[in-house]
């Protein structure tokens, strides 16, 4: 299989390409539309057919997409064999959310530590991860490259400086807090309110109707 | 402020770009170049520009676009002032971040209540949300259009069934199952596992550098 030089932009849609491909399989079926692919992955048509002409898939109209042809192409490219080491700052909610989660789910990124300031959590594990002291932060995260951040927003910059200082390259941010990062540093902002907003802005504007004609569903 | 038919794919993304210029506003910002909204909201630069457009905001070259101005139009087209009620299922972790966070943000949707079927959360509050048993989810649900699904995904598919019975027109999926809805419902599928996969992605095949020269922090 031959891979062209994919852009950048597209090449951020592939991990959520790839898991909805994969829960298609799962469930058996064998094709899918780009509408169908718009509707879940919250992508235009236009530019998933562009996306996916990168990647040597042509839809068929009135066919759609092949499931496992993009499926083994994706797994290639995002290398689902590589495991790529996380550790997750903050064990409240969310963070607890995270952890149990861990290994709930077949991809390639894993917790491998996580650090709480509660000394109630300190010491225990949650989903198998250990849980270190916040304190510990510099001696524990040898070799690390990604963090997951869910920790109160009035902390957000103070252990983002802590965590860039000891060689943190990427930060996903679960806090409503806009973190300021060297240039070299990559943070992903997942604000849980957005995503909500999002939905009931869709909902008021643009309300879906039955059966629409170009549903495959 | 005029506003021109905007089209879906660019309304899909108002309120990421809102709820990026209103942090910057908060820090003091007055200006934003397309590169920095790309980097935070994870669209690219040349869809900013044409979205922006029908806002009607051109971006300086060397200046880039101005935050007021836009947070102006983004106010009145979100409706920010016209709230969305909301139910959550399933008050685990996740849940419970969801109703301890629902204060902490200033937008226009408000979790009203919450189910879950422990006999020990029922009855009780969290962040001010009453919980009630899942068997009356019929009972309360009156007149609620959106809800939030974070209950374990072995249940989703029962519990999206009873939802839609009662008229829920949008869910916000935080399970790992996909939910098979009829045609005039809403799904936003988020997939925590997904985030950081795209994160651990990005880092492994496109490492960022220090002093890009289109960089502007």
């Known amino acids: 299989m031959e891979q062209n030089k994919i852009p950048q932009a597209t090449a951020k849609r592939l991990p959520l390409y790839y898991r909805f491909l994969n829960n298609l399989q799962i469930q058996g079926k064998t094709r899918v539309s780009s509408k169908e692919l718009s509707d879940a992955v919250k992508v235009d048509s236009a530019t998933i057919r562009r996306d996916f002409s990168y990647f040597g898939a042509l839809g068929k109209k009135g066919y ?12 290639k490219t995002l290398d689902q064999d590589e495991i790529t080491d996380v550790a997750l700052i903050g064990v409240g909610n969310l963070g607890t959310a995270f952890l149990n989660y861990n290994f709930m789910k077949n991809n390639n990124t894993k917790i491998m530590l996580a650090f709480d300031a509660d000394p109630n959590k300190v010491g225990t594990e949650i989903g198998g991860v250990p849980i270190y002291h916040i304190d510990e932060l510099e001696d524990k995260l040898d070799g690390i490259k990604v963090a997951i951040l869910t920790i109160p927003a009035l902390e957000a910059d103070r252990v983002t400086d802590r965590l860039v200082s000891k060689g943190i390259k990427g930060i996903l941010n679960f806090t409503p807090a806009r973190i300021t990062v060297p240039d070299d540093v990559r943070v992903h902002h997942i604000d849980l309110a957005v995503e909500l907003q999002a939905l009931a802005y869709f909902l008021k504007h643009y309300p879906l109707e039955i059966n629409e004609p170009t549903s495959e569903q």
Chains 1, 2 share one sequence.
Do not use: D, I, K
Request: hydrophobic letters at 40%; zero cysteines.
């Open 64 to 75: 759609g997409y092949n499931v496992e042809y993009l499926l083994g192409f994706f797994r």
